[in-house]
C-alpha cells in the first residue's frame, strides 16, 4: 500500500453482512436518550433476520424499547491490513408473549458478567449496510500494538 494510490471501500451484500454480524462478538447499539445519543456495548446473537441481546431494566432498555435504534459491529485483520464494518437499523422490540421468551430462553445467548440479564431484545432490521475497506499503513505505525478487542469494542453490558 505503498504507492499513495487511494483504494475505495468495497460496499459489503446483506449475505456478507449477516455473516459478519454472526461472527460478531460485541456489537454496539445507539439510542437517544433524552436529547442526545448514547451508545451501550452488547454481546448478541443473530436469530430469523434480527438482532438479539439481554439486558436488565434501565437506561439501555427504556431508550431501546419502541423505538428505532443503530447497531454497529466491526472488525480488523492485522494480517490482512483489512477492516470491516457493519450498521444495522431498525425498530427494537422487548420479546414478552411467552412463546417467544421460550424461543429466546434457548439462544446461545449468556450475560458476560454476575448481574442477571432476564429481559431479551430483538432488533428487527429496517436496513443492513456494510463495507470493507484497507486500514493505510500509515495508520498501522510500526512498533504499535494493535488495539485489544477491549479497547475497539468496550466492555459490553
Known amino acids: 500500500m505503498g504507492t499513495g494510490e487511494a483504494v475505495p471501500a468495497v460496499e459489503l451484500n ?9 461472527e460478531a462478538v460485541v456489537g454496539r447499539m445507539a439510542v437517544i436518550v433524552g436529547d442526545h445519543p448514547e451508545i451501550f456495548p452488547v454481546n448478541h446473537i443473530v436469530d ?5 441481546f439481554r439486558t436488565a431494566a434501565g437506561t439501555k432498555l427504556a431508550a431501546a424499547v419502541g423505538r428505532v435504534v443503530a447497531f454497529e459491529v466491526d472488525g480488523y485483520d492485522p494480517v490482512t491490513g483489512n477492516a470491516w464494518s457493519v450498521v444495522v437499523k431498525g425498530r427494537a422490540v422487548e420479546v414478552t408473549r411467552l412463546y417467544e ?16 440479564k432476564p429481559r431479551f431484545v430483538r432488533i428487527d432490521a429496517d436496513t443492513v449496510t456494510g463495507r470493507r475497506f484497507r486500514v493505510q499503513e500509515l495508520a498501522r505505525t510500526p ?4 488495539p485489544s478487542d477491549a479497547e475497539l469494542h468496550g466492555e459490553p453490558e
Open 14 to 22: 446483506s449475505s456478507e453482512c449477516w455473516g459478519l454480524l454472526r
Open 101 to 116: 421468551v421460550l424461543e429466546a430462553v434457548e439462544l446461545p445467548l449468556f450475560p458476560w458478567h454476575s448481574l442477571p
Open 48 to 52: 430469523r433476520g434480527s438482532l438479539v
Open 143 to 146: 512498533g504499535q500494538a494493535e
